[in-house]
Nanobody
Framework: EVQLVESGGGLVQAGGSLRLSCTVSGFTLDEFGIGWYRQAPGKEREAVSCVAMSHSMEFYADSVKGRFTISSDGAKNTVWLQMSSLKPEDTGVYYC?????????????????WGQGTQVAVSS
């Protein structure tokens, strides 16, 4: 059974940091890339970052470049999203997903499986 479990969300003040984790089972990080998406209240879900160990690719949305860092450990089946210098506009539910491709221009593509999401709230 495929599962993606996010953790690490919470409430933080602007300028603070959080580290999200996505632990997967039922597949390996060589088989799928992992994308991080977020959805703010009243807005569409947007891609934030992705990583693909199979083709050594990383992607960051312009809105998070220089502030967020994605990393992965295949042995632990875990991908992390380190978020620093957080802004109120980073608030939302963050989801990780198993994706077929992670491209440097368009980010995560062909999403196959989703996690349940973790809430991030940044206060001003």
């Amino acid at each position: 059974e495929v599962q993606l479990v996010e953790s690490g969300g919470g409430l933080v003040q602007a300028g603070g940091s959080l580290r999200l984790s996505c632990t997967v089972s039922g597949f390996t990080l060589d088989e799928f890339g992992i994308g991080w998406y977020r959805q703010a209240p009243g807005k569409e879900r947007e891609a934030v970052s992705c990583v693909a160990m199979s083709h050594s690719m990383e992607f960051y949305a312009d809105s998070v470049k220089g502030r967020f860092t994605i990393s992965s450990d295949g042995a632990k089946n875990t991908v992390w999203l380190q978020m620093s210098s957080l802004k109120p506009e980073d608030t939302g539910v963050y989801y990780c997903a198993a994706v077929r491709l992670c491209t440097i221009i368009r980010g995560p593509r062909f999403t196959e499986y989703w996690g349940q999401g973790t809430q991030v709230a940044v206060s001003s």
